[in-house]
């Protein structure tokens, strides 16, 4: 039985993960900062252990991994925190505010991450979702956007470190979760997919072989289908 741990996994894309996985026979630790969602997410699960706490905790990663066991075949760094809503502006950016989303954001996965790399097998996986904004410059956007490419530069960095791993980013393209509502308050985002339709470009990452770097849902999509 495969073993995947996951962050941000109480709703939006990590919980539609999540329950793929599941149908495929899957043990999963799951990870996310509220836990009565995520209770209530893993009840439905068939083989599912919630840790309810903050990626950022040291204590919390350690028991991530501990409960993964001795062998770990993927890890999702899904979890992040847009920081303020609406988006400010760089010069009006509370530089405390934008500390603690690169400590969610870059460090606390990179720190997962290794923690959990001895216990990851060769043709193993790292998954670490990302967007957009971590390369395209949008007004308003520079600090969500920036955590997210220093996050994508060290997953480059680490996919070339360890060339044995399957080490990708993956921005699944707008969705319409909880995090791209905050991202746009008042508006509507009934137009955007649900997170469940970027679960079948993940699939293809996670069962195929492709060389390490960063990918796109969408152009992943012909593979899935």
Do not use: C
């Amino acid at each position: 039985m495969p073993t995947a741990i996951i962050t941000g996994a109480s709703r939006g894309l990590g919980l539609a993960l999540a329950r793929a996985l599941d149908e495929r026979g899957w043990r999963l630790v799951l990870d996310a900062r509220g836990a009565e969602a995520l209770e209530e997410a893993t009840r439905e699960l068939n083989d599912a252990v919630a840790v309810p706490g903050d990626v950022s905790d040291p204590a919390h990663r350690a028991a991530l991994v501990a409960l993964a066991g001795p062998q770990l075949d993927l890890l999702v760094n899904n979890a992040s925190i847009l920081g303020p809503s609406p988006q400010p502006e760089l010069a009006d950016y509370p530089l405390d505010v934008l500390t603690r989303v690169y400590e969610v954001n870059v460090l606390a996965p990179l720190a997962l991450t290794q923690a959990a790399l001895t216990h990851i097998p060769d043709g193993g996986v790292v998954l670490n979702v990302t967007s957009d904004a971590g390369i395209e410059a949008y007004d308003g956007w520079g600090g969500y956007g920036s955590s997210k490419a220093a996050f994508e530069q060290w997953t480059a960095v680490l996919g070339v470190e360890r060339p044995k791993l399957r080490v990708y980013a993956v921005d699944p393209g707008d969705m319409r979760t909880q995090m791209h509502q905050e991202a746009f308050p008042g508006e509507d985002i009934s137009d955007r997919p649900l997170p469940e339709e970027s679960v079948p470009a993940l699939l293809a990452l996670i069962d195929g072989d492709l060389p390490n770097g960063r990918y796109r849902a969408h152009d992943l999509a012909p593979a899935a289908a």
